[in-house]
Each structure stands twice: as C-alpha cells, then as structure tokens.
C-alpha cells in the first residue's frame, strides 16, 4: 500500500485524528449524501441489496483509510474493513427493526433516541477500525 505524501511531518496523535476526521467525514457522506431511497427503505429487510449496497458504500468509501495511516498488512486491512461491512449492516438493520416495531417515525422522539444510538454506534466502530489498524 502506498503511503500518503505530505509537504510536513505528522506525529502518530496527529495521523491517528486525521484518521478519525477522515472517518467521521465519509460517514457522512455516506450516510446523508448517497443513501438513496432504495437503501434507507430497505435495510430494514434481511438480506435485502439496498442495505447491503449501503453498507457496501461505506467499506469502499473507508479504503482510504488504509492509505491515511502507517503502512498496513493489506489482509489486515481487508479484514478490518469487512467487519465494518458487518457491523454497519447489522447496526443498521437493528435499528430499522426497533423503529419499525414501535412504529417510531421522523415525528417521534424516540425516533431521534434510535438515530442518534445508530450514529453513535457507528462512531465506536470507527474508533475500533483506527485502533486495529495502528
């Protein structure tokens, strides 16, 4: 993997909150910017390609990733990455059920609770993923 080229030095803390903002950054992305309709409709269905694509958006928009930190075990990486994929699925996923189950919608506060866990989750994964890798 090739390394990143800067025109200054970066100490390890600063390597490691690049990271986190790269991170944080491409959630967004992610999640707010290319969510279309037919993934955010259906990551509630098991299975269903619409979340998997979704999940999918986040693993590829999260390789760079491997090319903000130090030199990485490429298998490494990868494995890092598919347990993104994993944990952004299913963090998903569970989170549609309970708000389908109590019929929660955007007008309900506890909508916004279950949102808001689901962010929150999603950032504890991308701490996990900068601590595995470095």
Known sequence: MPELILPFKLGAHDVVLLALAYLAFKHMIGDFFLQAKYQWSNKGRYGHPGGLLHA??????????LLILPPVNQEHGLVVL???????????WIKEQVVKANQWT????????????DQFVHGLTYIAMVRALV
């Open 82 to 92: 598919g347990a993104e994929f994993l944990v952004h699925y299913h963090c998903d």
């Open 106 to 117: 955007f007008q309900n506060d506890a909508f916004w609770r279950a949102m808001g866990m």
């Open 56 to 65: 999918a958006i986040h693993v590829l928009l999260s390789a760079p990733l």
